[in-house]
């Protein structure tokens, strides 16, 4: 189709009675075979789609806007602070702070120097001179690392 006829091609559908178009239009159809055929296969268009319109006009029932916003708020993406504002994940996350807390407490308390346990006896144990050497009792070498590594003391 050509670029006269696609300009003004809604108003020559339209077809407005007594509404003159501008002698060109009429020219350019008659010496074109593609446009008119183009011009007429689209006007057997606008009539089956006016055949198809309402005789009428509908107005939409009510409730249909109210109805219409709802659908799309809903389709709306949630941002991810949104999260805190649910009551359920807010006591979830009060919850799992209080533990944090108390954990944290915990660790500070059992940590003080006062509180550590006394290793004497266990010292004792270790520093006899009577122990026979390393490499000769494989499980009585496991304990004595085991009790040396537990005993350490940087001073």
């Not at 501008?22 to 446009?35: A, D, F, S």
């Not at 915990?106 to 006899?128: I, K, R």
Request: aromatic letters at 8%.
């Amino acid at each position: 189709m050509h670029g006269l006829i696609r300009d003004r091609l809604e108003e020559y559908l339209d077809g407005a009675p007594g509404r003159k178009f501008p002698l060109e239009i009429e020219r350019h159809l008659q010496r074109c075979e593609e446009c008119r055929e183009e011009v007429s296969w689209m006007q057997e268009q606008s009539k089956l789609l006016r055949a198809l319109s309402p005789a009428q006009e509908m107005d939409p029932s009510p409730g249909f806007y109210a109805r219409v916003l709802n659908r799309i708020e809903k389709q709306q993406t949630t941002s991810v602070w949104s999260a805190f504002l649910d009551p359920v994940f807010g006591r979830s996350l009060s919850a799992a702070a209080l533990a944090m807390v108390l954990l944290a407490f915990g660790f500070l308390a059992y940590s003080q120097p006062g509180n550590q346990p006394d290793v004497s006896a266990v010292e004792a144990m270790v520093s006899t001179d009577a122990q026979p050497p390393l490499g000769i009792d494989r499980d009585r070498d496991r304990e004595t690392v085991f009790v040396t590594l537990a005993t350490y003391r940087d001073e």
